[in-house]
């Protein structure tokens, strides 16, 4: 059986040992698993030591792959190895190398040998399939790797024990493995009593009620749940629900916490830029008053329903999110299979300014916001330049390489969505990161075509 060699290699900012520790610490393979990739975890047994197993499910069309990987090879600080015992391939030996150079550098290399199945006629049928698929899935690995070990080095410090809600959500399930790849503890706090054990705890959203006992004192809360605000149109119903999972759940979250003997220390709760309302071209900043509708009138009730935490003297931090841009879900998921297609454009004139965010550059405001004593209140969690929607329709269709000449008129918005489609679709709010910007943040990606790239895998 002939086998083929992949290998990629890339110099790291960062000693050996660190990269090393940063891939042997539970949530690497999720962190490192690319968003254009729907990879589920089933089982895992150890981590990366000798005789560690995970057992991996991946989507092929309407069915799925089964994938066993047994662990071997390890020197501690230098290397690791897995191999496939059950998979797709006919035979797959990953290698991941760490080699110093000199005290604060190193060169990470993954080196793979395959051989797909079906003999001759697999190997020319996929060998060049593979090739490429290997090639755009590590050179985003490597890259990811570079700025997570970049982005923790900037806060550097003691690790933290921080609890995170709705950590099964778009944000929450990447930021649990970028926070425990940084070597931080993280306690998911979950709604049903029988998921309360492990790294889970329980907490009632009803009540507010939260019950780390037996756990080492919290020094941090990082608050992402909520009903979706996006998830279907806006009835009176959904309404409400999108009110009371905001506006009182924080608030009894918050005198939970409150309660506590050794409350956390920060407070990190998600809020939007909806606080803004439609503002055009005007640019707003943290200090700017919240403009009119639903959407501002949530994010007001949101933020206020922290005060509970602020009175115990916990330092509160709400952080108002922009358009949030993975591959992963969220409204460029929902974006992607007709801009695929070559059906997308823009909607309404195209004028109205969207403020957007990398999920990337989402984690490292979490962490920043976390480390930097200074920092209180309403943070704006945007990238530095807004965009108008005929822009990022370009640059999508431009990353993708699909046209984009099929606009969907303001009348044809508003019939699909209603009250949201003028919220949330045709509203222009030109937001500025003040807050972020004067507090030192660095951005990994600060232009729009570039966090697309990245998250799409298109370099």
């Not at 015992?85 to 080699?99: K, Q, S, V």
Request: charge should be positive; include cysteine.
């Amino acid at each position: 059986m002939s086998s083929d060699v992949f290998i990629r290699r890339s110099r790291m900012a960062a000693p050996a040992r660190a990269v090393f520790a940063w891939h042997a610490r539970p949530g690497a393979l999720e962190r490192l698993t690319p968003p254009w990739t729907a990879l589920e975890v089933v089982d895992r047994q150890g981590g990366i030591e000798n005789g560690a197993r995970v057992v991996l499910r991946i989507p092929v069309g309407p069915t799925s792959v089964k994938w066993v990987a047994e662990h071997c090879d390890y020197v501690e600080g230098r290397q690791f190895r897995d191999v496939q015992i059950e998979g797709p391939f006919a035979r797959w030996e990953h290698t991941h190398r760490f080699d110093p150079e000199g005290r604060n550098a190193s060169t990470l290399e993954d080196r793979i040998v395959f051989a797909l199945p079906f003999g001759a006629v697999g190997a020319t049928v996929g060998k060049a399939v593979v090739q490429r698929l290997l090639d755009r899935t590590f050179e985003y690995r490597h890259r990811l790797t570079a700025g997570d070990l970049d982005t923790h080095a900037r806060h550097d410090g003691p690790p933290l024990h921080v609890a995170v809600t709705g950590a099964s959500g778009l944000i929450g399930s990447a930021l649990v493995p970028f926070l425990t790849t940084g070597g931080h503890a993280v306690t998911r706090l979950v709604r049903g009593a029988r998921q309360a054990a492990g790294d889970n705890a329980r907490w009632d959203p009803a009540t507010g009620a939260v019950d780390v006992s037996g756990r080492p004192p919290l020094d941090a809360v990082v608050h992402l749940a909520g009903e979706n605000i996006a998830g279907r149109r806006w009835t009176a119903d959904v309404k409400a629900r999108v009110r009371s999972s905001r506006g009182n759940t924080t608030r009894l979250l918050c005198e939970a916490l409150a309660r506590l003997d050794r409350p956390p220390r920060v407070l990190v709760c998600a809020s939007a830029i909806g606080f803004y309302g439609d503002r055009a071209a005007d640019p707003v900043d943290e200090n700017s008053a919240a403009g009119d509708g639903f959407l501002p009138e949530v994010c007001r009730e949101w933020e206020a329903a922290t005060l509970p935490a602020a009175e115990r003297g916990i330092r509160v931090i709400n952080l108002r999110l922009g358009v949030v841009l993975t591959a992963r879900g969220g409204a460029l998921g929902k974006l992607l299979l007709p801009f695929q297609l070559g059906v997308g454009g823009r909607v309404g004139d195209g004028s109205q300014l969207m403020s957007w965010i990398g999920l990337d550059d989402v984690l490292g405001c979490i962490l920043h916001a976390l480390r930097t004593e200074g920092l209180h209140g309403p943070v704006n969690a945007v990238a530095p330049a807004a965009a108008t929607n005929a822009e990022f329709t370009r640059a999508l269709g431009r990353v993708l390489g699909r046209p984009t000449a099929f606009p969907v008129p303001a009348v044809v918005a508003r019939l699909a969505f209603g009250e949201m489609a003028d919220e949330m679709l045709l509203a222009s709010t030109r937001v500025v990161p003040a807050r972020l910007q004067a507090s030192g943040f660095v951005w990994r990606h600060a232009q729009l075509i570039d966090a697309l790239r990245h998250t799409l895998g298109r370099r």
